[in-house]
């Protein structure tokens, strides 16, 4: 009987060995053993975030900057300048040859720095360009041996040389106007105000502007606001 009792002591003490080592908490896996996957971190997500592909700017906007906003009756235009070709651009509600459509314009109209223009391009993803204060030089004269031209706007035709001359004659005579100003004749008094509190080289710059924007086809009113804004926006940039 003594020996019985003894053996299932044994056993019951052996029963409880076992199920202590099955409650025994287990060792936490190494942080890393190349065979379970890890969660998930803040930090993986930092680099997306800083530099996320669905607000970047497209490339080709990286360059050009917005440098007027003129209106019409019936519609309102923005001048675009790229900065690394020195070629403007003029977008409105209807989509121009390369596909660009201005969907809004925002900003203080007072206060031209605060200017922006959402422009639509092409595959329907919108940009938005803000007003900077562009280059002194905004349209470069090319020389060789052949005469001399220059282009304003986009990929329309270059300046002939009439064109390159009348620009820089009427920056000089700039009380009779140009071809391409928008004024159906001499610029009114106000406007022969401002013109004369800018430089021959300002003046002849913004002639050569107006002139690529006619060879790209713009009407009459719409080159005169256009003009009529460049010319404040010089203006202002002298006080």
């Not at 908490?25 to 800083?50: C, M, N, R, W, Y």
């Not at 071809?179 to 021959?200: F, W």
């Amino acid at each position: 009987m003594n020996w019985a009792r003894g053996a299932l002591f044994m056993g019951l003490c052996g029963v409880v060995t076992l199920h202590g080592a099955d409650a025994m908490p287990q060792p936490p896996p190494p942080d890393d053993d190349g065979a379970i996957p890890q969660s998930v971190k803040d930090e993986h997500f930092e680099e997306l975030l800083t530099n996320s592909p669905f607000t970047r700017t497209l490339g080709v906007f990286d360059s050009i900057i917005l440098t007027g906003v003129a209106r019409t009756e019936n519609d309102v235009l923005a001048t675009l300048l790229d900065t690394k070709t020195m070629e403007s651009h003029v977008v409105s509600k209807t989509a121009n040859f390369q596909g660009w459509q201005l969907v809004g314009v925002g900003g203080n109209p007072a206060e031209i720095h605060t200017w922006s223009a959402k422009i639509q391009v092409a595959g329907g993803q919108v940009i938005t360009v803000r007003y900077q204060q562009p280059p002194k030089k905004i349209v470069r004269a090319k020389s060789g041996g052949g005469g001399s031209s220059g282009s304003a706007g986009g990929n329309s035709p270059p300046l002939s040389s009439a064109q390159m001359d009348e620009a820089k004659n009427a920056a000089v005579n700039y009380k009779e106007g140009f071809n391409a100003d928008g004024y159906p004749r001499q610029p009114p008094p106000e406007m022969v105000a401002k013109l004369s509190r800018l430089s021959v080289s300002q003046r002849e710059d913004i002639n050569k502007q107006m002139f690529g924007l006619r060879n790209q086809g713009l009407g009459l009113d719409e080159r005169r606001k256009i003009y009529e804004n460049l010319v404040d926006r010089s203006t202002q940039g002298r006080r």
